[in-house]
């Protein structure tokens, strides 16, 4: 079973607006959540992360929303660039399990100029 | 310092044979990882490592082997390969920490096609 949701496979924005990416999961074991980047022909990188002891962390352009209460966490991206124009997963893991993570199945974002 | 590097880039077997991926890693980590992505799956964890000469499974192990004779170097083996094994293989590297938000630096990965 899939524990770790993103329901859009795609996604659509124009430059310079508000891209919102969400991700759903299942285990109520989860404790934290992580978003990686992904460019074509290259490996995923680290962009922002998140405890479950918090609703929200803000790192530049980026900000997660965690919702407990509805297993749902969603990646704000304000304003919209070219560049952030690539696949973007979600993640999470059991503080219990160290460092294994679930990936969901990735949401591809396109910035429009 | 080259992060984390995996060879080959490409490769195409035929049903049966078998190959060696490598990962190299030049950050002194602790933690190696290998994950295969998948259309429509996102990254799945085949096997991983804490340490030199250590290995445990991940979420789909079966028809892979791992070794981790030297700290930097994390093997992956396919003995006998088949069509369902077609994937992108990424290799992947963290922090002794174990701890869940430890990020994890990938390499470029593979991409490996059974006919």
């Known amino acids: 079973d899939q524990q770790v949701k993103q329901n859009s496979p795609s996604l659509s924005v124009q430059e310079g607006r508000i891209s919102i990416l969400n991700c759903d999961y299942t285990?109520?074991?989860?404790?934290?959540f992580l978003w990686y980047k992904k460019y074509p022909a290259e490996g995923p990188t680290f962009l922002i992360s998140?405890?479950?002891?918090?609703d929200k962390n803000e790192d530049g352009r980026f900000t997660v929303f965690l919702n407990k209460s509805a297993k749902h966490l969603s990646l704000h991206i304000v304003p919209s660039q070219p560049g952030d124009s690539a696949v973007y997963f979600c993640?999470?893991?059991?503080?219990?399990?160290?460092?294994?993570?679930?990936f969901g199945e990735g949401t591809q974002l396109t910035v429009n100029p | 310092n080259a992060g984390v590097t995996q060879t080959p880039k490409f490769r195409v077997l035929k049903t049966g044979q078998s190959m060696t991926l490598l990962c190299a890693q030049d950050?002194?980590?602790?933690?190696m990882y290998w994950y295969r992505q998948d259309p429509g799956m996102g990254l799945r964890l085949i096997h991983y490592?804490?340490?030199?000469?250590?290995?445990a499974k991940g979420e789909v192990p079966d028809g892979y082997n791992v070794s981790r004779l030297k700290k930097q170097n994390f093997l992956l083996g396919l003995e006998s390969a088949a069509p369902s094994q077609t994937s992108v293989y990424f290799c992947?590297?963290?922090?002794?920490?174990?701890?869940?938000?430890?990020?994890?630096?990938f390499g470029p990965g593979t991409r490996l096609t059974v006919t």
């Open positions: 992947a590297s963290s922090r002794s920490t174990g701890r869940a938000e430890e990020e994890q630096y």
């Open positions: 285990n109520s074991m989860f404790d934290y």
């Open positions: 998140i405890s479950s002891i918090k």
């Open positions: 993640a999470a893991s059991p503080e219990t399990s160290g460092s294994r993570l679930t």
């Open positions: 950050m002194n980590h602790e933690y």
């Open positions: 490592s804490v340490g030199e000469g250590t290995t």
